[in-house]
């Protein structure tokens, strides 16, 4: 029988979960390199170039690619011939590996999970409890998947019910459209159909996990009918146009994973998980030998990308000057680079400064004719001014803008994504702008950042108010001062252009 120590298990989900902080799967850079080659929509391109960027500074400085450093989920395979040698539950030493990761001071990791999902939703402050999924099966070995699920994509998640006659396909056209921009693409869709309604939300989940093979697929052709219904479904969502970030463009997955079970004769259960640009997982087996070792993807992977800057494509922007006669010369997909001083707050700080308003009381600063920036960022170590500091996606902020706009004279707002219709109505009633940084590139995004201090809120932790100095820092117009919105023109002009 296989002895596994538990500090072998221990070690090794901390270290997975290190690695897969700073390191994308190389078949998904790979596939990431194809679709920038081939992309003709510019926003669209230089998104994907910036996530790109962003990765291999990610693999090289050994630093998050993204602020969202996820919820850990662990899927844990024990061989029916290996036992561990513990007193404590899988999930327990999961949990124990995960803390060891995100506490890390050589590279620390942003803590996202609260314990209490309904009252205090106090933070745990060290990323426990992850989601773990035990399997008994044949063998003498453990093995283990470990991912990180960023919340943007997280919370694009849909299930449906579906009667035995509707149609799957129909279902996931429609219910992609609807998902917004949210969930970071260009990225994968996971689909699980059959079974229960656990059971196919989980298979979705697992089908992530599966290598990229679209490429091949599509190469070789389909060899059975869930491999056509794959390729369509691929050709289909494409064809939406949504693009890299909703910006619109020629891609916004770059493949479709699949998995089925039987289910009951009056159901048909289906699961829609999208992943996002930060695209991570990896997986280790566990055979008593010692803990698990990862080796970093060959740089050589990654392709040699130059954003293109150039005065005449980016309009630099002085925020300690803004004047609303700026705000308004600004249209749909310019390209801007902020410098200055701005503001930071998410959601508990939206929260906390609206009722403040609501009671008459003062904000604890100023936010007449500033710029705020929907981030939570990682703690900095050694030399940096702040960690990744990518942005979160906007559309929570929405409830929070009319007041905000009205009654504190903020003019600009970015974030990632789509904004409601209501938000848009506010920023065009008060003739203000909202612009997006790039989701997936939290560390091009920091290093624009010249100086970081906590003027608000600091027992939010991540989630208090910072002001940034930031100098050149690249953002797109998304809505102008007239209402007009980018992740609705960008994928109109762009849907149906896909080859």
């Known amino acids: 029988m296989t002895v596994i120590r538990e500090d072998d298990i221990v070690a090794s989900v901390a270290a997975a979960a290190q690695f897969i902080s700073c390191y994308h799967p190389a078949d998904y850079v790979r596939a990431l390199a194809a679709a920038h080659e081939r992309e003709q929509s ?58 060891r990761a995100y506490r890390d001071p050589a590279n620390p990791l942003r803590a996202s999970i609260i314990a209490d999902p309904l009252f205090t939703r106090r933070n745990t402050r060290d990323n426990t409890p992850a989601v773990t999924h035990t399997a008994v099966v044949p063998g003498e070995v453990v093995t283990v998947v470990i991912a990180a699920k960023g919340g943007g994509s997280e919370n694009k998640s849909r299930f449906a019910m579906l009667n035995p006659s509707d149609d799957v396909e129909e279902w996931v056209l429609r219910t992609v459209e609807s998902l917004g921009a949210g969930w970071c693409p260009p990225g994968l869709l996971g689909l699980g159909v059959g079974g229960s309604a656990e059971k196919a939300m989980l298979m979705a989940k697992e089908a992530l996990l599966a290598p990229i093979d679209m490429p091949d697929l599509l190469a070789r052709g389909p060899a059975d009918a869930e491999e056509e219904m794959r390729i369509r479904l691929y050709r289909a969502v494409n064809a939406l146009g949504i693009g890299a970030q909703g910006l619109g463009g020629l891609t916004t997955v770059v493949d479709v994973k699949l998995r089925t079970f039987p289910t009951h004769a009056a159901s048909k259960p289906v699961a829609l998980i999208p992943q996002c640009a930060a695209n991570r997982h990896v997986s280790f087996v566990l055979d008593g030998s010692g803990p698990a070792t990862f080796t970093p993807p060959d740089l050589a992977d990654w392709p040699e990308i130059v954003l293109d800057r150039t005065a005449g ?25 902020l410098s200055g001083r701005m503001l930071t707050g998410r959601d508990a700080a939206h929260k906390r400064m609206v009722d403040l308003v609501a009671r008459g009381e003062p904000l604890p600063v100023d936010l007449r004719g500033r710029a705020i920036y929907y981030v939570g960022p990682v703690d900095p170590v050694g030399d940096e001014v702040i960690g990744p500091a990518g942005p979160t996606t ?58 970081a201090r906590v003027v608000a809120f600091e027992d939010l932790g991540m989630e208090a108010i910072y002001e940034f100095t930031v100098e050149d820092m690249p953002v797109t117009v998304a809505v102008d001062s007239g209402g007009r919105s980018l992740h609705t023109l960008g994928p109109a002009r762009w849907r149906g252009r896909v080859a």
Not at 317 to 328: G, K, M, P
Not at 424 to 430: F, P, S, T, V
Request: charged share 25%; glycine share 8%.
């Open 42 to 99: 510019p926003a669209a391109r230089e998104a994907i170039g910036q996530i790109l960027i962003n990765s291999r500074l990610a693999a090289l400085g050994r630093r998050p690619m993204c602020q969202d450093t996820g919820v850990v989920n662990a899927f844990v395979r024990v061989g029916l011939g290996a036992r561990i040698a513990t007193a404590r539950s899988i999930e327990e030493l999961v949990d124990e590996g995960v803390r």
């Open 313 to 337: 494509l980016a309009r630099r922007v002085d925020l300690d000057a803004l004047t609303q006669d700026e705000i308004e010369r600004w249209v749909p997909g310019d390209t801007l680079l």
């Open 394 to 451: 906007a559309t929570r902020m929405d409830r929070f803008t009319e007041t905000l706009l009205a009654r504190t004279g903020l003019r600009v707002m970015i974030g990632k994504a789509e904004r409601g219709p209501a938000a848009i109505e506010a920023i065009a009633r008060h003739r203000a702008a909202y612009l997006i940084a790039v989701g997936g590139a939290a560390i091009l995004v920091s290093r624009a950042i010249r100086a």
